[in-house]
């Protein structure tokens, strides 16, 4: 029998401020939804109302001061036709993408928002919070919004989990051709997350989602996080822009050819 999933926007939620009761927010307008959570929900929580709750705010007249402050490494940067630049950075998480997570919209006036600090820990205070006060064993998945390589257009991915299995890992099952499956590991964490997107919307005003049926998925708190998503340096094949990668290797040519000529005079 095939699975079947239900998935809906919580509405009913406040505006969020520095300081405020998250869990205690999503569980007022679950009670006056007249719903009730039950083992094996998953919540989908935009990370915008997380960095508003822990105050991820921040002072910036210039967009692209904070920017650079939340930036690690520069994947590819591009001129834009305003004059600006469109930059492709790995932030604070260990996250490739457009600005480094830095959020200007529906903010106040001359302020950003920044991710949270650590989003899986943050995933995990809501959900042990959400669990104890109902009873139910759920898993909470905080989602952003991020571009992809080779495709236009943008999705909600993953980046903070708990009590969740962030992969679905098929590794030595077999297809229905009966042939073994080597390397399909499926990241149903992004997949939650864009799901739930389908529901909240950008401009909803529903930042949760709920999503009922996929029990199979949901797990102890002490799982490992989203953070795991993030490929490793040694893995990643494409740590660099093709212009950025070629003035790399422009760089270490020359200097290389130089030093050659040098040992070569010295002889």
Request: charged share 25%.
């Amino acid at each position: 029998m095939s699975e079947r999933m239900l998935v809906w926007a919580l509405a009913g939620m406040p505006e969020v401020t520095a300081g405020a009761d998250l869990s205690g927010m999503i569980l007022d307008a679950i009670q006056t939804s007249g719903d009730a959570l039950i083992d094996g929900d998953i919540l989908i929580v935009t990370s915008k109302i997380v960095s508003k709750a822990e105050g991820r705010s921040m002072r910036a007249e210039d967009r692209e001061d904070a920017i650079t402050a939340e930036t690690v490494r520069v994947v590819a940067s591009r001129p834009r036709a305003d004059g600006g630049v469109t930059r492709i950075v790995q932030n604070r998480l260990g996250i490739v993408g457009a600005a480094a997570g830095v959020d200007a919209s529906n903010t106040e006036e001359g302020t950003v928002l920044l991710l949270p600090l650590d989003p899986d820990a943050s995933a995990r205070v809501l959900a042990d919070s959400i669990r104890s006060a109902t009873g139910a064993r759920v898993g909470v998945i905080i989602s952003d919004t991020l571009g992809r390589p080779w495709r236009e257009g943008q999705t909600d991915v993953a980046i903070g989990a708990a009590g969740v299995h962030v992969f679905d890992d098929l590794h030595g099952r077999v297809d229905s051709a009966g042939r073994p499956l080597v390397v399909t590991q499926p990241c149903v964490a992004d997949e939650l997350a864009a799901a739930g997107d389908l529901v909240k919307g950008k401009l909803s005003g529903c930042p949760v989602a709920v999503m009922r049926r996929m029990g199979r998925l949901v797990g102890e708190l002490s799982l490992p996080g989203a953070r795991n998503i993030v490929r490793e340096p040694e893995k990643d094949m494409f740590r660099l822009g093709v212009d950025e990668a070629h003035a790399q290797g422009y760089e270490e040519g020359y200097a290389a050819a130089l030093a050659a000529a040098r040992g070569e005079d010295h002889q």
